[in-house]
């Protein structure tokens, strides 16, 4: 089945430091989204885009769905230690079905 | 909170047994999920059901069965399991018209 590429695969940055990763495809998708997986757990949904071109905020977080449709960013500002864990962005070619493709992942690694 | 519970996080098993994985959510979503990670391959769909004793094959579902019985509870199947079923197992579950998907923690198996 099709992969989302995400770049880069692992980071590690300095307290503080502002970070950027993105998601990638060769197909339209009409949903973007974006989940945090910390250590042990399940992922769990950070934001979600419905259109493209657009820029949602939640916190220090912002995403963006890219305006070609097969694409997508998201940003951390001001990184923290609890922001370690790894991020998976998941898209959606068909809206009302039920079928996700998820990414490869980012490993973010926080240095304080 | 949506709780997805998985019944075991860590599991070893033979290769050749039949292993059961159970995930109930307490929440009334329509739709639950399977998923399988490995690291630099993301999270990819194993099965997925929308409705009771409704289910749909998903990317990877080769090797793999699941039952649902009930509205809260999905079971995956591996019939006979093989060392290349080792890995971190997902379940997940979401209502209908509803982007977002709760994920349990997860259940590491490994298979020996």
């Known amino acids: 089945g099709q992969q989302l590429n995400q770049s880069p695969q692992s980071m590690f940055i300095q307290e503080g430091e502002d970070v950027s990763m993105n998601c990638t495809s060769s197909s339209i998708f009409n949903t973007w989204l974006w989940y945090k997986q910390e250590p042990g757990e399940g992922p769990v949904l950070l934001i979600a885009l419905y259109k493209a071109g657009e820029l949602t905020s939640n916190g220090r977080l912002t995403a963006q769905f890219g305006i070609t449709r097969k694409d997508s960013f998201l940003n951390i500002s001001a990184s923290i230690p609890s922001d370690v864990g790894i991020y998976f962005c998941?898209?959606?070619?068909?809206?009302?079905?039920?079928?996700?493709?998820f990414g490869t992942g980012t490993r973010l690694k926080v240095l304080a | 909170d949506v709780k997805v519970t998985q019944s075991s996080r860590y599991l070893v098993k033979r290769t050749g047994e039949k292993v059961f994985l159970e995930c109930v959510q307490d929440?009334?979503?329509?739709?639950m999920f399977w998923y399988r990670q490995d690291p630099g391959l993301g999270l990819r769909l194993i099965y997925f059901?929308?409705?009771?004793?409704?289910?749909e094959k998903g990317d990877i579902p080769e090797g793999y069965s699941v039952s649902r019985e009930k509205k809260e509870r999905f079971s995956l199947i591996l019939e006979s399991a093989s060392t290349n079923q080792t890995s971190m197992y997902l379940c997940?579950?979401?209502?209908?018209?509803?982007?977002?998907?709760?994920f349990g923690q997860g259940t590491r198996l490994t298979v020996v």
């Open positions: 998941a898209g959606q070619k068909t809206s009302g079905t039920y079928k996700y493709i």
């Open positions: 929440m009334d979503h329509e739709n």
């Open positions: 059901s929308y409705d009771v004793k409704m289910k």
């Open positions: 997940a579950s979401s209502l209908t018209g509803r982007p977002e998907a709760f």
